[in-house]
């Protein structure tokens, strides 16, 4: 497999990581206490998720 083909891979891996987050974060908002602690801080995992896939996508695209 080349660099190229593993980096892209890394970067779909990142947006289903995104997706999922965004998941969370709206059934979070959905709840009947929105307020309410949560143990994952989905908005962060979402921003850091959608940064980390556009740098390897960037990667991906140089290499």
Do not use: E, K, N
């Not at 289903?16 to 965004?22: F, H, I, L, P, S």
């Not at 206490?33 to 896939?53: C, E, N, Y």
């Amino acid at each position: 497999m080349s660099t190229q083909a593993m980096l892209y891979g890394v970067a779909a891996s990142c947006a289903a990581a995104a997706a999922g987050a965004a998941w969370g974060d709206r059934r979070r908002t959905q709840r009947h206490d929105p307020d309410a602690v949560g143990v994952i801080d989905w908005r962060t995992v979402q921003l850091i998720a959608i940064v980390a896939g556009l740098v390897v996508a960037a990667f991906a695209v140089r290499s």
